[in-house]
């Protein structure tokens, strides 16, 4: 047995606060179908934090860190990525407003507070459910099956202290036209398994390439026509919970974490100058006859190019290489390997990564999360830079970020991973 406690707290967000996720959706929330959360578990001294929020920013991260580090040993902050969560990452994916930065901090802390106070010692189990027919690889406009994970945290008496359910999907399923606040299908599948008890975090996989079925340039626009609502939100998201229960949960071994973090720097590609002032220019000429949805779209850019053009220090120098800050982290718990990634990488480095660690020999179950302390953009393979597209050439504009990152980000994401777990053996050992 291990213990194990959750917590969950409610964010105030006011009426009118900007909505991240969709670059054409240029008003703010009008009301509220979920309420915005903080959700927390702590394993043996380790705590997880999911935020019903598309991004979150590293510093965000680092200060609700600190703010907990009195009550536990380790801990990281991830980012459930709901398209349909306030803005919340410093300037990135939107405006945010400050007040909600500290709302979030102070939820996040309380959550953990929560979960330490309700720890007691339990079993934990795993189902391991495919097939729900959900997931759909929206640059090879292909279906694929990632697992969905579900783990519970059972008592001594056998009720259900609470849950973590883990899968690999864009959170996306409702579209920009919609302005009320929501945790898209995660939140209605927590909302089926809280049926057994207890509380559940959403904890979102490598999902950077992965939807339900749609392009990623729908970004750019408001509606999906119709078909991607909150009625198929729920329907979703039940449609998942079913597939969990249907499958016979397996008991795992846990022992208490061995957290492993290491700092990393990333590299940045940035753009020529001569190019971002010729693109500025062609969007500005486009910005006279554009429609709407358009216009918020061009807005962005060109406030991004500007931004670039004048340089961190006003001078208007473009930076010429500049670096990104950031962390992974690994969970070792026996049978259970938790992976931290930053930013949004895509299902192929989960695949990897489980590939590299079954051919160690360890047996068990890894999850692999996305969207962990800190969302600066989009992380993709080496292999998805020969085909470009959205996430490669034009997401980091809207990420409020100078350029993509350069090829070879992620790779070194994995090696990183890769030597902290083999440390974690070895200690173990």
């Known amino acids: 047995m291990i213990d194990v406690g959750f917590g969950a707290q409610e964010i105030d967000v006011p009426l009118g606060t900007p909505m991240a996720g969709f670059a054409a959706r240029s008003a703010g929330s009008t009301g509220t179908l979920d309420p915005t959360t903080a959700r927390a578990v702590v394993l043996g001294g380790a705590a997880i934090i999911a935020v019903d929020v598309c991004a979150l920013h590293e510093e965000t991260c680092r200060s609700i860190r600190e703010g907990v580090a009195g009550l536990v040993d380790s801990c990281i902050v991830t980012a459930t990525h709901t398209h349909s969560g306030p803005c919340s990452a410093r300037g990135r994916l939107g405006p945010d407003l ?4 500290e709302e979030i901090e102070r939820a996040s802390i309380a959550a953990v507070q929560h979960a330490t106070r309700s720890a007691r010692a339990c079993t934990v189990d795993l189902r391991t459910a495919h097939g729900a027919g959900i997931a759909h690889d929206r640059r090879r406009g292909r279906a694929v099956d990632p697992p969905l994970s579900v783990l519970t945290a059972r008592g001594p008496d056998g009720s259900v202290q609470g849950s973590i359910a883990h899968f690999a999907c864009h959170p996306v399923v409702i579209d920009g036209s919609s302005t009320l606040l929501s945790g898209d299908y995660p939140a209605a599948l927590r909302k089926e398994l809280e049926r057994s008890g207890g509380t559940t975090l959403f904890l979102t996989g490598c999902a950077g390439d992965i939807n339900t079925g749609h392009s990623a340039e729908s970004s750019y626009i408001p509606t999906g026509l119709h078909t991607r ?4 939100a729920q329907r979703i998201g039940r449609r998942l919970a079913g597939a969990a229960r249907a499958v016979a949960p397996r008991p795992l071994d846990l022992s208490p974490p061995r957290v492993s973090t290491r700092d990393v720097v990333l590299a940045l590609d ?22 709407p949805a358009r216009l918020a779209l061009l807005d962005t850019w060109i406030q991004w190019a500007d931004g670039v053009l004048a340089g961190p220090d006003g001078t208007r120098d473009v930076p010429s290489l500049p670096n990104w800050s950031g962390r992974v982290s690994v969970l070792h718990l026996g049978e259970l390997i938790i992976i931290a990634l930053p930013g949004e990488p895509f299902l192929e480095t989960a695949d990897r990564l489980e590939t590299a660690i079954a051919e160690t020999g360890l047996t068990g179950a890894t999850l692999v999360l996305g969207y962990a302390d800190g969302v600066p953009g989009y992380l993709p393979p080496r292999s998805a830079y020969r085909q470009g597209g959205y ?15 350069s ?7 994995e090696a990183e991973v890769l030597h902290a777990l083999a440390g974690s053996i070895g200690a173990e050992n």
Request: aromatic share 8%; no cysteine; glycine share 8%.
């Open 407 to 413: 090829p070879g980000g992620i790779e070194r994401l």
């Open 229 to 232: 609502t909150p009625a198929e």
């Open 270 to 291: 940035i753009p020529e100058r001569e190019g971002v002032t010729a693109d500025r220019a062609a969007w500005s000429r486009e910005h006279e006859t554009a429609n």
């Open 391 to 405: 996430e490669v050439a034009d997401a980091h504009r809207y990420y409020a970020m100078p350029g993509p990152f």
């Open 98 to 101: 400050p007040d909600l930065e």
